[in-house]
């Protein structure tokens, strides 16, 4: 029989291997052939389906993106009272274990490529809105509020500025967290993130 | 006569040549050569200065962080009411004009880079702390209180989270504001500082 080979499938195990090298040694080190060695294929391989390192990188960081949107909307339909679920959501942005901490370096990583190469901008842009929407859905749900129907829009006057704070508060946090792992290991960064959403709390039910 | 160099002079002009090429084109982009070429020097001239492009790195990006310290120490001795001495301070970290941009995006980069080179563990670990400082400073002020003789020590348990916090806060609106220009301009960067200032400032003296 002939060997079948499920494209999707074969893409998205070359985005993971490009993941590992970018967590692990650096944008830098992340070349066709680097990913080809980590993921035990043919250069040709890699080649055959990314032309460039920007296309396997966009692949990889968008395959990222949706990965990280789907484990949020599992925790969002689950059963559970508000302020645990909101930490939930949060934590699963910040760099807790080695899978996402792997994801922020490349997030990161792409954020500085961005600079200096438009082919991210879209990426770049979405990934602004898209934790923006998660802060509404954050202060809504600790307001004690149903969520709006359409979370690309600005909270109310009352609670939007607490969703901008949150946002910047979040992306700081990570930040620290992935950079200076000593000063923030896990159990603190969780400290801060419940410390925070107890403050907001308090701010937006006054 | 003969021609007299200064070299600690000559470091400092290599090191700006360094974030210019950084902050337009990237930290890949930032070899011995490249910098040579922003400044009109010879290749030799640089690797006279500096044997690698760590050592050159390491050199520039001190130099910047003293240059950003010595301007938050001015803006400290000026005279001028609590609140608006803090949006000037705060206002120094932040990438609101073309140098603080270069500033910003040559922090970022090294951060980046430090995941995988150890070289700039020390001053990854500085920087933190430094910016910590700043926010205890700015705490202590909003609250109206004498700012404590020894920096580096945790504020009392009523106004930590809150330095910590704001510390989060601002390396995110940093991040934010470099990574996503087009969506916060540097008059709406100001106006988030005015506001979070303006609720940390409500907080503390509460």
Do not use: N
């Amino acid at each position: 029989m002939p060997k079948v080979v499920d494209h999707g499938e074969r893409r998205s195990h070359i985005a993971q291997a490009m993941w590992r090298v970018i967590a692990r040694d650096g944008l830098a080190a992340a070349s066709a052939r680097t990913v080809a060695a980590e993921g035990g294929w043919s250069l040709g391989a890699v080649r055959h389906y990314f032309a460039s390192q920007d296309e396997l990188l966009l692949f990889a960081t968008t395959a990222m993106v949706e990965g990280v949107t789907a484990r949020i909307r599992t925790v969002l339909t689950e059963r559970r009272p508000g302020p645990a679920r909101c930490q939930a959501v949060v934590e699963h942005l910040l760099p807790l274990d080695d899978e996402r901490t792997g994801e922020v370096r490349v997030w990161l990583a792409v954020l500085i490529r961005a600079h200096v190469d438009s082919t991210f901008d879209e990426l770049r842009i979405a990934g602004w809105h898209g934790t923006r929407q998660i802060c509404r859905l954050v202060v809504t749900e600790l307001a004690g509020q149903s969520p709006p129907s359409d979370l690309t829009l600005p909270l109310p006057r009352r609670f939007e500025p607490h969703a901008a704070s949150l946002h910047a508060w979040l992306d700081g946090l990570t930040l620290h967290a992935a950079t200076v792992p000593e000063l923030l290991p896990p159990d603190e960064v969780r400290r801060e993130v419940r410390g925070q959403l107890r403050r907001l709390r308090a701010a937006v039910s006054a």
